[in-house]
């Protein structure tokens, strides 16, 4: 079955950029979407179709998917933004989810 | 608004049933696939199974292929899961999520806030 690979955490001190990596098997062929869910609530969309921004995320969140990693970019991270991020692909009808990366603010 | 909210959650032996819903409204139910999506406790989000508009055509995570049984009623504009044969291992908080489409890519606009099976003795 096809896996999604994320890296278990990732720190970033205030103010500066945070990068999450998603890794999978020709990745590049597929879009990838980013879920936000912060302790005790439902997940939140923050990116689609790679690199695309929901209305009312901030422009701090971007997207790319490039050379087999889709990457999840958060600059000027504020505290707000710790939570753990999911990124999800489609393989053969199914919805895959990696396995989540808890980004922690410092 | 579009709200999706989840109920049918609570504590089951294993090998018991439970038959969860989930209550859309804000728009137009009839038009939507619909998916569930659950995560044990400190885990990830784990995708469960989805159905078509129409309820004609449903997918199911492996993990719970012959158990787990999803279905719509669009009249109702609810969402359902019948779930048999529970183990501890469907501990989990289910979400449902409404796939939306955009330029040829789907992806999960709307999740419920969630309902908590436990499945144990």
């Known amino acids: 079955s096809y896996e999604l690979t994320q890296p278990p955490s990732v720190s970033v001190s205030p103010g500066l950029t945070a990068s999450i990596s998603c890794s999978g098997d020709e990745l590049v062929d597929k879009f990838i979407s980013w879920y936000q869910q912060r302790p005790g609530q439902s997940p939140l969309l923050v990116m689609y179709r790679n690199t695309r921004r929901p209305s009312g995320i901030p422009g701090r969140f971007s997207g790319s998917n490039s050379g087999g990693t889709a990457t999840l970019t958060i600059s000027e991270t504020q505290a707000m933004d710790e939570a753990d991020y999911y990124c999800q692909a489609w393989d053969s009808g199914a919805v895959v989810f990696g396995g989540g990366t808890k980004l922690t603010v410092l | 608004e579009v709200q999706l909210m989840e109920s049918g959650g609570g504590l089951v032996q294993p090998g018991g049933s439970l038959r969860l819903s989930c209550a859309a409204s804000?728009?137009?139910?009839?038009?939507?696939?619909m998916h569930w999506v659950r995560q044990a406790p400190g885990k990830g989000l784990v995708w469960v199974s989805r159905?078509?508009?129409?309820?004609?055509?449903?997918l199911y995570a492996d993990s719970v292929k012959g158990r787990l049984t999803i279905s719509r009623d669009n009249a109702k504009k609810t969402l359902y899961l019948q779930m048999n044969s529970l183990r501890t291992e469907d501990t989990a908080m289910y979400y449902c999520g409404r796939e939306t489409c955009t330029d040829g890519h789907c992806y999960f606009q709307h999740w419920g806030q969630g309902t908590l099976v436990t499945v144990s003795s």
């Open positions: 159905v078509n508009s129409d309820g004609s055509n449903t």
């Open positions: 804000g728009f137009t139910f009839s038009s939507y696939w």
